[in-house]
């Protein structure tokens, strides 16, 4: 089981369980070992419409009536964080463009409404 309780698939379709004989560790195949004693092996599996694939929630996905297919020859690299893929000065930018575009509508909204509300004024105050 992972941390959150749910249980990780090995590649012969049962769950993979580990006991308390030491420490886990998971090979570059995704073998799974606990001390000295295997545990199995993770399922590492492959959909053929990717972006057909629903997040649930954090890092979990749901494959709505895709068929998975298992991975020939998976790398799996243990104890690594996946790095994200957004710019952070790219998105800096837009977010920059994004604000001096609304503070400019926004003024120009407040200039209109200036601009109403004298013409009103200067009509309604000739009756």
Known sequence: MNRAGQAVHGADGSAITVGEDGEIRVDADGTVWAGTSKAGQVAVVDFSDR????????????????????????????????????????????????????EALQKALSLMMNDVDGRAIDHLGRR
């Open 51 to 102: 972006g057909a694939l629903v997040n649930e929630h954090g890092s979990l996905l749901r494959a709505d009536g895709q068929t998975a297919a298992p991975v020939d020859h998976p790398v799996v690299r243990s104890g690594s964080l996946e790095q994200s893929n957004v710019s952070m000065a790219d998105r800096m930018a837009s977010l920059t463009s994004v604000s001096r575009g609304f």
